[in-house]
């Protein structure tokens, strides 16, 4: 295997500036810096020219309301208050545009938020509010499919293929698969490893796997930069390379402090997903546990490796394992895959993460063993400690909103929740029974124990219990 840093400087790559910095972890580093150029992914290289946007704060401004995160849940935000709000808020980014998980994400739209499975929510909150946060989720992902054809994003409306890694894994497979049917009225069903080795890919681990026909693959960064030029042709202001390094309230005006001046705002509103510092705000302090994904892109196949592994669909994939990998056939014949990183960012350089993800294209397609690879990135997930997001104002008595905590998967439901955000803060909440649901209603928790008890007192410890973790969770998905 050879690796090639290949990643070429495009109009998506500022040509000066500060450079990426690839030990970057938000549980340590005050902020993610200002105007750092972007992690050195295929969506970066790819994504051809971005949208303008209004630079730097270079002085102290007012404003109504003031977004945390240019990704896709605060251009979401932003667009959506414009449109349908009337109300142009201003974005404020620290480094570049969509610098975070919408450069750096798989890409994979499901139906779905957070990591826990329907079954999941029938076991925490009964059969009626999981048949509600269905139908909410499923609205997200509708309007995220709709929103894919009004975009160049590269879409590709295929469904989503979840394979068992194992054949001890297809029972479980098959329990969800009905459930969705007969519980939830969708359309799933299984498929035999014959079958998805014939009708999709030579996938050579898969022993069966569930198939569900939501599901939409997208470039992510060009599906972001599609919601900003949206936004700001409705007035909205996105600075870059405008971090937040301060916050304090004055006679309810909170006031946010970039390199360049003082933003006042009387409504925040926070999207900074796994990107979100300890140091931030205190209603989001520990709140987060914020996970590493890494991703890597081959150089195209060949006519003969595409023969060989049997390509014929672009529809994404997922495996059983805790650990999950992601992989599809991009546009241009590459193969993309990824799954889990180091615990720490300054781990996240070492050579065995990419390793991981090599012996996996070799297991999986062993006709492309030793592949060259042309992109590899990791990028922060931001998983919430009960597994599910949150869109709230955690505090009532304070004008701070956020929307954070997808758990890998918000490519789809971030625009929602965007959507969501703008509502809350244009204050058109009030008597809607859908903010009744538990992703709307309570705050992100903090770290338990056991599920047993929550306190802020286990923070510290949450990496120990992640290595701890990872270990057990090889043993289990490999033995």
């Known amino acids: 295997m050879t690796m090639t840093s290949t990643a070429p400087l495009t109009a998506a790559q500022p040509a000066a500036g500060k450079p990426y910095d690839p030990r970057y972890d ?8 200002t105007g750092r150029a972007y992690a050195p992914s295929y969506w970066v290289a790819s994504a051809g020219t971005p949208p303008e946007d209004d630079g730097p704060v270079l002085r102290d401004i007012d404003v109504d309301v003031a977004i945390i995160g240019s990704g896709s849940t605060g251009m979401a935000a932003a667009l959506y208050l414009a449109q349908e709000h009337g109300i142009q808020a201003t974005v404020l980014e620290a480094n570049q545009a969509s610098w975070g998980c919408s450069s750096r994400s798989g890409g994979q739209g499901q139906n779905a938020s957070g990591r826990l499975k329907r079954s999941q929510w029938i076991e925490r909150w009964g059969p009626d509010v999981a048949k509600r946060l269905d139908a909410e989720i499923r609205r997200g992902f509708e309007n995220f499919r709709q929103l894919t054809t009004q975009i160049d994003c590269d879409a590709h ?13 297809l029972a479980g497979l098959e329990a969800e698969a009905r459930l969705m049917r007969e519980q939830f009225g969708y359309r799933t069903r299984m498929l035999s490893a ?3 080795r014939r009708d999709y890919c030579d996938e050579r681990e898969t022993a069966g796997a569930m198939f569900e026909p939501e599901g939409v693959g997208i470039h992510p960064l060009k599906f972001t930069f599609g919601l900003m030029r949206k936004a700001r042709a409705l007035g909205v202001k996105v600075h870059t390379a405008s971090p937040v390094q301060g ?3 004055v006679e309810g005006v909170h006031h946010l402090r970039t390199p360049g001046g003082t933003v006042r705002a009387r409504r925040v509103a926070v999207c900074t997903g796994g990107y979100t510092g300890q140091a931030l705000n205190p209603l989001l302090k520990n709140r987060v546990m914020p996970i590493l994904s890494n991703s890597v892109v081959t150089r195209p196949l060949t006519e003969a490796e595409l023969r060989a592994t049997n390509f014929k669909s672009l529809t994404f994939l997922t495996d059983t394992r805790t650990l999950r990998f992601y992989y599809r056939l991009l546009k241009g014949n590459r193969l993309q895959l990824g799954s889990r990183s180091s615990v720490s960012g300054a781990d996240a350089e070492d050579p065995a993460h990419l390793k991981l993800l090599t012996d996996a294209i070799a297991r999986k397609f062993p006709p492309l063993a030793g592949i060259r690879i042309d992109y590899s ?3 922060w997930v931001d998983v919430s400690h009960d597994m599910m997001p949150r869109i709230t104002q955690p505090d009532a008595a304070k004008k701070i909103w956020y929307a954070v905590g997808y758990g890998g998967n918000g490519v789809s439901f971030s625009t929602w929740a965007g959507k969501r955000l703008a509502e809350r803060l244009a204050g058109k909440d009030g008597g809607h029974e859908v903010f009744e649901l538990p992703i709307y209603r309570s705050p992100l928790p903090f770290p338990n124990v056991l599920g047993l008890v929550e306190s802020p007192a286990f923070a510290p410890f949450r990496r120990l219990g992640q290595r701890v973790l990872y270990k057990w969770y090889w043993l289990r998905d490999e033995k």
């Open 377 to 379: 990135w990791w990028g």
């Open 194 to 196: 014959e079958e998805v």
């Open 157 to 169: 409306d295929g469904g989503h293929l979840y394979l068992a890694h194992r054949p001890e894994k």
């Open 247 to 249: 916050w304090h309230t």
């Open 26 to 33: 938000p549980l340590v580093a005050p902020d993610p810096g």
